[in-house]
């Protein structure tokens, strides 16, 4: 019985960190998610929002119209942006925006 009870332990925690994805509305992303996409990319729409739930993390891919990609927290934390065009100067960190700014103007 105690072999039985392990086995089927074992297969719930495996089950459950299974990789999940989800094509959500994006009505469910977190507010402080929409906050900072209507700051910082004011001007593109949002096409698909991909809820992905692994290893027990949730996290929250948005694309956006650009071909832009944001990944945010389960709480609406920005994690990664990906993009091939020029990003808006406010993403980058300070820091970083004043150094290429003073050693590389062009």
Known sequence: MKQVSLLLLAS???LASCEKEKVVSEDKLPTTSNTYITTHFPDQKIVQVVKD???LTTTFEVYLDNGVKLE???SGEILEIN???KLP???IPTPILEYVTTHYPD
Request: no cysteine.
């Open 53 to 55: 739930i692994d290893n």
């Open 89 to 91: 100067d406010s993403v």
């Open 83 to 85: 993009g091939n065009d």
């Open 72 to 74: 945010f927290s389960k």
């Open 12 to 14: 719930a925690f495996i």
